[in-house]
């Protein structure tokens, strides 16, 4: 191994439950593809991990279109989960992105509970993934499509199972579309996660007023990009407030100031989402400016500057 001949300014490597990153800068599920479609843009081996799109226990084609529509700093998705399926990813998209020096965390979901833990079981013992992030913002289709993610005993049992099911770190991604954030984290808590993510997106709608259709063909869509900012930061503070679990904070990243104010709310790690598709290299200007950030404010370590946030 080569000697580093000077160390770098300021430390960015993060312990997230176990997981070794060597920066706290994340692809947020469903914005970075597999990471093979950004390879072009971005070099992997320079972010701290991968969290992938979506993976179920079979494919799932996803909803007509249309799926996306833009909106005040931000945009409405609702692609419906599209993905090739666990098998697939697997044998065709797992091995690129495990020859890179970066963590893999899988983003996992079902429409049952028995899906959500048949996915995490066939996902146990792959080298390669370092972690799973799993998605409880699906309807239960054998409860009557009561959402997991907003249903706090749906929420605590789904996890305890996952958490029977793999030995892996396991990430609970909070949904944002709940009255209180701090419930969740704690159900989260109490079934054995190891972290926590938050925010997915907030349930939108938009309309077009000469036809009267809604925009997107879901009629309802995920809110995601820098309008929702401030709800993320605040839920990520209200979380860290409530339970010791590691956090990743996401919702509108576009600067390494933005990624630092999740940073001070109590997140160990950031996610970067929507920003991908206006700037491929969203993740390593975010990454960039954080570094800047820290330079200038004479700040060694970013484990140090974790819930930082002066409220006195
Ligand atoms: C097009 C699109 C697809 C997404 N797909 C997933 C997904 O498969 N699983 C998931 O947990 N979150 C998914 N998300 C949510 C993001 O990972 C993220 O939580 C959210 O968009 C907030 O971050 P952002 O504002 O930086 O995009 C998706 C978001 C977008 C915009």
Redesign the pocket.
């Known amino acids: 191994m080569k000697k580093l001949l000077f160390k770098p300014a300021v430390d960015l490597s993060v312990d997230f439950a176990g997981i070794k990153l060597k920066n706290p800068v994340l692809t ?4 970075f593809g597999y990471g093979e479609e950004f390879a072009e843009f971005v070099d992997l081996n320079k972010l701290g991990g991968v969290i992938v ?2 993976i179920s226990l079979k494919a799932i084609k996803g909803n007509p279109p249309p799926r ?1 529509w833009e909106t005040p700093s931000g ?1 409405l ?1 609702a ?1 419906g ?1 599209e993905n090739p399926g666990v098998d697939v990813f697997l044998s065709e998209k797992l091995p690129y992105l495990r020859k890179f020096d970066t963590a893999v965390i899988v ?1 996992v ?1 079902g429409y049952s509970l028995e899906e959500y833990v048949g996915v995490v079981e066939r996902l146990g013992g792959v080298p390669g993934i370092s972690g799973l ?1 799993v ?1 409880i ?1 699906c309807p239960n289709v054998k409860q009557g499509g009561i959402v997991f993610g907003t249903d706090l005993k749906a929420a605590f049992e789904l996890l305890s199972a996952l958490r029977k099911a793999t030995k892996l770190p396991l990430i609970a ?1 909070l949904s944002p579309n709940v009255t209180d954030i701090t419930e969740f984290a704690l159900a989260a808590r109490d079934a054995g996660c190891d972290g926590l993510s938050l ?3 907030l349930l939108g709608m938009a309309i077009d007023v000469r036809c009267r259709r809604p925009r997107l063909a879901n009629c309802t869509g ?1 809110l ?2 820098p309008a ?1 900012r401030p709800v993320a930061v605040r839920m990520v503070w209200q979380a860290a407030k409530a339970v010791a679990l590691p956090i990743i904070g ?4 576009v600067t390494g100031e933005d990624a630092l104010e999740f940073i001070l709310a109590g997140a160990s790690a950031v ?5 991908n598709f206006v700037n491929p290299r969203a993740t390593l200007d975010v990454l960039a400016g954080m570094e800047q950030v820290m330079l200038e404010q004479g700040a060694g370590d970013i484990k140090g500057l974790v819930g930082k946030v002066n409220v006195g």
């Open positions: 947020a599920s469903g914005t799109k979506g996306i945009m998705n692609i989960l983003n979901f992030e998605n913002s991604k925010i997915n997106t995920g995601s990009g929702i996401m919702g509108g990243i996610a970067i989402g929507t920003s």
